[in-house]
């Protein structure tokens, strides 16, 4: 099994995508959801951030660790934080999909508060897909008994 162990700080401020998008009309009338100019800009921001060492397309199953250090103290929703997050990784080939199959877990993803230095530190490590199920397994048998 190869190993998968990498890690950077992307030093912008998180954005998430849900809370940032805009509905637009097509110039025949119909709307449509495109997303803010704040998370095209956070997307940009991120391409020129994560270098190519980092664009490995990686497709076997992993943990996506995000500490998201957050400008204000405002209340934001973590799903929402992972999402932005994930859709760049792939945007920007460091995964090759950010489906359940690959993106298995983000144990020890936090929210966190830094005013001064609002950033996202990413760990990105291979996770063996029975890892959680076993242990899983084995608590439920030791209370079985």
């Known amino acids: 099994m190869k190993e998968i162990k990498m890690r950077f700080v992307i030093?912008?401020?998180?954005?998430?995508?849900?809370?940032?998008?805009?509905?637009?009309?097509?110039?025949?009338?119909?709307?449509?959801i495109a997303q803010s100019e704040q998370y095209r800009k956070y997307a940009k921001d991120c391409r020129r951030v994560i270098t190519g060492a980092y664009r490995k397309k990686i497709n076997v199953p992993v943990n996506v660790k995000a500490l998201y250090y957050m400008p204000t103290r405002r209340r934001v929703d973590i799903v929402n934080l992972h999402s932005a997050l994930h859709d760049v990784l792939v945007e920007v080939g460091v995964l090759e999909d950010d489906n359940s199959q690959i993106v298995v877990s983000t144990d020890g993803s936090r929210v966190l508060y830094d005013k001064h230095n609002p950033?996202?530190?990413?760990?990105i490590e291979r996770r063996d897909q029975n890892e959680s199920n076993g242990s899983i397994q084995q608590e439920a048998t030791a209370e079985d008994e």
């Open 11 to 32: 030093p912008i401020a998180p954005v998430t995508k849900k809370n940032h998008q805009q509905i637009r009309r097509t110039k025949d009338g119909r709307c449509f």
């Open 119 to 123: 950033r996202t530190e990413v760990e």
